[in-house]
């Protein structure tokens, strides 16, 4: 009886197959990681948020382009009511060195009449070298410092 076992052919084994498939399935996927462009934050940037007195800053995310940096976030009271969020941001990008490499303003937008945040984003045209800095800081409107 052992001889017969021993002389019927074998199917290859299904163990070999899932590893054709892993080993294609990694090699895709390794891919497509090396092409995709790293985060500022995953090239050494770091964000630095500075609230002002009503207003507080909420998640701030940047993504590298061709064309510089562009920023998104939002921000919105301390004291949490509808409204226009007063003020707007200045976004900065610092060097290491602490030498301001480009910096602008951008005004918040709400969602609707009822949104108690805003939104803002802006393009910093600049390419930051690693360990650089992202100061989101909100500023007063001037108008109404009382």
Do not use: W
């Amino acid at each position: 009886m052992r001889k017969k076992i021993d002389e019927v052919e074998r199917a290859p084994s299904h163990g070999i197959r899932i590893a054709i498939v892993l080993a294609a399935l990694s090699s895709m996927t390794g891919a497509g990681c090396a092409t995709n462009p790293a985060t500022p934050e995953e090239r050494g940037l770091t964000i630095e948020k500075v609230a002002s007195r009503e207003v507080v800053v909420g998640p701030v995310r940047a993504e590298q382009r061709s064309d510089g940096i562009r920023v998104y976030g939002s921000a919105s009271r301390r004291i949490s009511r509808r409204g226009a969020v007063p003020g707007h941001v200045h976004l900065a990008i610092m060097s290491p060195d602490g030498q301001v490499l480009s910096e602008t303003d951008a005004s918040f937008m709400r969602r609707n009449r009822q949104a108690q945040s805003a939104g803002f984003n802006a393009l910093l045209p600049v390419e930051a070298p690693p360990g650089s800095v992202l100061r989101v800081t909100v500023q007063p409107n001037p108008c109404c410092n009382f």
